[in-house]
C-alpha cells in the first residue's frame, strides 16, 4: 500500500488551510481522514487543488478497503485438518423390500 | 413512475427534540459548500472561498440569542406549477444596547446589495444551511435572506424581555439543505469578531 501521507499529500501553501468536513476543522497538514476530502474532490474541484496529486477512485477505495481491514481483522482461520475423501455412494437401487409398504396413516 | 419519480420517507428511530441550540451568520460569498458525496444529496464539506481569509473578515460568526428563544420554518406555498418556500429565522438578542444596535447595522449592510447566510444548528443536532451562493465551486441560484421585520422592545417591568427580536426572512424554491461535516467543521471557520 502506498503510504498515506504521499497518496494524500497537501501541497505546501494549504498544510494550515482550514476545511471543515468529517465533524473536524483542524488543519489539512493534520488531518488522518483525507481520503474523505479526496472523494468529495470528485463531487466539488476546488478541493482537488489541495492535493499535490489527487489520488483515483480506485487509489481510494484499495486504501479504505485496507484500513477497514486493519480495523476488522478476520477471524483467525481454523486449524486445517486432513479430510479423507469419502468412498463414492453406491447406487441404490429399490427393491421390493426396501419399499415402504405401510400405508397406514401415520398419527 | 410513468410521471414522475417519487420516494417514500424513512422515519428515524431516535428521539427527536425542537428548537435551534446555536446560530451562526456569515457572508455567502465567502464560503463553498460541497455536495453529492453522501448519497442523501446533503452538504459535507465547507472551506473558504479563494481570497477569503479569517484575518480578512470572513469566517461564521456566532449570533448568541436568548436560550429557546430562537426558531426557523419555512412554509411551502405554490402557485401554478411554482413552488416557493418562505424561509424565516427568529431570534432573541437580549439587552438593548449598542452592541445590539452595531449587529443590527452590520446585518442591514446585507439589504442593499448583498445577503445573508446562516448555519442552524438545531437541539436534535442536525445542522442546516439557509442563504448559501457557492456549492461544488459554482454559483447557484441566488438565496437571498435579509433582515425583515426585527422588533426592538424595551418591555416594562422588570421581568420584562428586554432587546430586540431579530427576524431573517428569504423566499427560496426548497427547504434547506444538511451540512453534515459536523459542528466542529463550522466552529473552526469562526471569524474573528469586529465589536
Given at each position: 500500500m502506498e503510504d498515506y501521507n504521499k497518496l494524500f499529500a497537501i501541497n505546501p501553501e494549504f498544510q494550515e488551510t482550514v476545511v471543515g468536513f468529517n465533524k473536524s476543522g483542524k488543519p489539512l497538514g493534520t488531518r488522518k481522514d483525507l481520503d474523505k476530502l479526496a472523494l468529495m474532490a470528485y463531487h466539488n474541484?476546488?478541493?482537488?487543488?489541495?492535493?499535490v496529486n489527487l489520488p483515483t477512485k480506485e487509489q481510494i477505495a484499495e486504501y479504505q478497503a485496507q484500513e477497514f481491514n486493519k480495523k476488522n481483522p478476520a477471524a483467525p482461520a481454523e486449524p486445517v485438518t486432513k479430510v479423507t475423501p469419502a468412498a463414492p455412494a453406491k447406487e441404490v437401487t429399490p427393491t421390493p423390500s426396501s419399499v415402504?409398504?405401510?400405508t397406514e396413516e401415520v398419527k | 413512475m410513468l410521471a414522475v419519480q417519487v420516494s417514500g420517507y424513512t422515519k428515524p428511530c431516535v428521539p427527536n427534540t425542537g428548537g435551534i441550540s446555536r446560530v451562526w451568520v456569515f457572508d455567502p460569498a465567502d464560503m463553498d459548500y460541497t455536495q453529492g458525496a453522501s448519497p442523501n444529496n446533503s452538504y459535507t464539506a465547507v472551506a473558504l472561498i479563494g481570497g477569503a481569509t479569517i484575518l480578512g473578515g470572513s469566517g461564521f460568526f456566532a449570533i448568541g440569542f436568548d436560550y429557546l428563544s430562537g426558531q426557523y420554518k419555512a412554509p411551502q406555498s405554490v402557485k401554478g406549477s411554482s413552488i416557493k418556500f418562505a424561509h424565516e429565522l427568529s431570534l432573541h438578542l437580549p439587552s438593548l444596547d449598542n452592541d445590539l444596535t452595531n449587529f443590527m447595522l452590520t446585518m442591514m449592510?446585507?439589504?442593499?446589495?448583498a445577503s445573508l447566510g446562516f448555519v442552524i444548528e438545531q437541539n436534535n443536532g442536525h445542522i442546516l444551511v439557509i442563504g448559501e451562493q457557492s456549492v461544488n465551486g459554482e454559483t447557484i441560484p441566488l438565496f437571498r435572506i435579509q433582515m425583515d421585520g426585527t422588533s426592538v422592545d424595551s418591555g416594562k417591568a422588570f421581568d420584562d424581555e428586554n432587546g430586540a427580536t431579530v427576524m431573517f426572512k428569504g423566499d427560496y424554491s426548497r427547504p434547506a439543505y444538511e451540512f453534515t461535516g459536523g459542528i466542529d467543521a463550522i466552529i473552526a471557520l469562526q471569524g474573528t469578531p469586529i465589536f
Open positions: 474541484k476546488g478541493l482537488a487543488k489541495y492535493f415402504n409398504t405401510n | 449592510n446585507a439589504l442593499a446589495c
